[in-house]
């Protein structure tokens, strides 16, 4: 089995979204499903937070997911090192990690930048980052939420090459 890890910066909003929709997106995809863990942190985050509301409820009425049970995690060695994939949300988080443990130099990008640089044809030269919905609106995490499926959802396609 391959472990991938998402990371972010409080793991409240992103990478906890990104968690939910990677394992939802899990069970469309029986030929991998079995194949991945998955787990997320944060570069910045406190042991035991729950997800903010706003992405609990997002996921709930957007993609019938339910990661109310999320609680936040510390990156940490033990995490970086079970993890043959550790993908970021923003370019500094990818840094941040690459700094705090350098022997993930290789292993470590942002979610963006992985499924460009694996997918034939892509030639998107936007932001490598997905923008922090944390005290946003409904409609900021709706916004982000979308993208990060749209990522995971191309991440799939990857995955499955």
Same mark, same amino acid.
């Given at each position: 089995?391959?472990?991938?890890?998402?990371?972010?910066?409080?793991?409240?909003?992103?990478?906890?979204?990104?968690?939910?929709?990677?394992?939802?997106?899990?069970?469309?995809?029986?030929?991998?499903?079995?194949?991945?863990?998955? $787990?997320?942190? &944060?570069?910045?985050?406190?042991?035991?937070?729950?997800?903010?509301? %706003? +992405?609990?409820? @997002?996921? !709930? $009425?957007?993609? &019938?997911?339910?990661?109310?049970?999320?609680?936040?995690?510390?990156? %940490? +060695?033990?995490? @970086?090192? !079970?993890?043959?994939?550790?993908?970021?949300?923003?370019?500094?988080?990818?840094?941040?990690?690459?700094?705090?443990?350098?022997?993930?130099?290789?292993?470590?990008?942002?979610?963006?930048?992985?499924?460009?640089?694996?997918?034939?044809?892509?030639?998107?030269?936007?932001?490598?980052?997905?923008?922090?919905?944390?005290?946003?609106?409904?409609?900021?995490?709706?916004?982000?939420?979308?993208?990060?499926?749209?990522?995971?959802?191309?991440?799939?396609?990857?995955?499955?090459?």
């Amino acid at each position: 089995m391959k472990h991938i890890l998402f990371v972010c910066t409080g793991n409240t909003c992103r990478s906890s979204m990104a968690e939910g929709i990677f394992k939802s997106e899990l069970t469309k995809n029986p030929e991998i499903g079995d194949k991945f863990i998955v $787990e997320s942190a &944060g570069v910045n985050a406190y042991d035991g937070d729950t997800a903010s509301a %706003n +992405s609990i409820k @997002v996921l !709930k $009425e957007r993609f &019938g997911i339910d990661i109310s049970g999320h609680r936040s995690k510390q990156i %940490n +060695s033990d995490l @970086v090192n !079970k993890a043959d994939l550790i993908l970021t949300l923003t370019v500094g988080h990818r840094d941040m990690v690459v700094y705090n443990f350098p022997g993930a130099r290789d292993k470590t990008f942002t979610i963006k930048e992985f499924v460009r640089k694996n997918s034939k044809g892509t030639k998107d030269t936007g932001s490598l980052d997905v923008r922090d919905p944390f005290g946003g609106s409904m409609e900021v995490y709706e916004k982000c939420a979308e993208e990060i499926a749209s990522e995971i959802r191309a991440l799939m396609i990857v995955l499955k090459a």
